[in-house]
């Protein structure tokens, strides 16, 4: 009995700290498709790009780990921002398939990148001495990284709420969310908004890739293989809203990490058999709104 108690602690804690990790990426994708309309397949680069800005920060520059997490967010977001203007504002008013066939392209292109300038092999993480280790808590021992990667996360999050639901920016994100037509008669810039905001959404997953480096792997085939996971975030959660991938994130954290501990063999089966579940009670998502 006890062994099983310790074992369902450890679960619980690493699939919070995965769980809290698929938000910080995956949210940004659940407003920009809610706000936008934008079918936006290639989330997972920016992610993907964060993990690679923080892996050459450490061993490269030696850059310090704060700065290097800075660096991951305000890179990703610049580099969003003119892909934003330059690409995906050509295709607002187009088709569902033209923008998932651009977005595709864009992660071929991306992982092509990414082999030539660090190869095929996973990258290893470097992390500072203050982070390594155990970290003691009511008598057990957990990973001290993973215990910052709770509440540094925890932060992220909480300012990100506060964000959206007690600033004028934030009201303006959930006006246009609500109805843009009425929005834009009311005066408010919805293309400054929609640059604003998706730099935003892509800031938080190249700080997510950054700090998730050490759990999830930073490879170039990265955003494939983490892209059926961001997308099952936004759909159980709900478009457009910030608490539904939360509580999707968490969920899917939990659960694959119960799954890899106590039914490898089975993989990722039973997400994808709740997620189908789910979908078929509430096609809108959990905390999504009805159409």
């Not at 936008?36 to 850059?63: C, E, P, Q, R, W």
């Not at 078929?280 to 998502?285: K, M, T, Y």
Request: aromatic share 14%; net charge positive; hydrophobic share 55%.
């Amino acid at each position: 009995m006890e062994s099983f108690l310790s074992s369902l602690v450890s679960v619980a804690f690493h699939g919070l700290a995965y769980g809290m990790i698929l938000y910080v990426i995956s949210v940004g994708l659940s407003v920009t498709m809610g706000l936008m309309g934008f079918t936006n397949l290639a989330h997972g680069v920016f992610a993907m790009t964060g993990g690679y800005v923080l892996v050459v920060s450490l061993s490269k520059f030696d850059i310090p780990f704060p700065l290097a997490l800075l660096l991951c967010f305000g890179l990703v977001a610049l580099v969003s921002v003119v892909l934003e203007r330059t690409l995906y504002a050509r295709l607002y008013g187009e088709t569902e398939l033209e923008q998932v066939l651009f977005t595709i392209g864009l992660i071929y292109m991306s992982v092509a990148a990414a082999r030539l300038i660090f190869g095929t092999l996973q990258q290893p993480v470097i992390l500072p001495e203050y982070l390594k280790g155990q970290f003691s808590l009511l008598g057990r021992d957990f990973p001290a990284y993973r215990v910052f990667l709770i509440v540094f996360t925890s932060v992220i999050i909480a300012a990100l709420w506060f964000g959206v639901e007690r600033t004028i920016w934030g009201a303006k994100v959930r006006a246009s969310v609500d109805n843009r037509a009425m929005a834009q008669s009311i005066g408010i810039n919805t293309k400054r908004l929609f640059t604003m905001t998706f730099a935003v959404g892509s800031g938080l997953a190249g700080l997510g890739g950054g700090l998730g480096a050490e759990i999830v792997a930073i490879q170039p085939t990265y955003p494939f293989e983490q892209l059926v996971f961001f997308l099952i975030v936004v759909s159980v959660g709900g478009l457009g809203s910030l608490r539904g991938p939360f509580l999707a994130a968490l969920l899917i954290g939990v659960t694959d990490t119960a799954c890899k501990y106590w039914l490898p063999q089975f993989g990722a089966f039973f997400i994808y058999i709740a997620t189908i579940g789910l979908l078929l009670w509430r096609p809108q998502g959990l905390l999504g709104k009805r159409s």
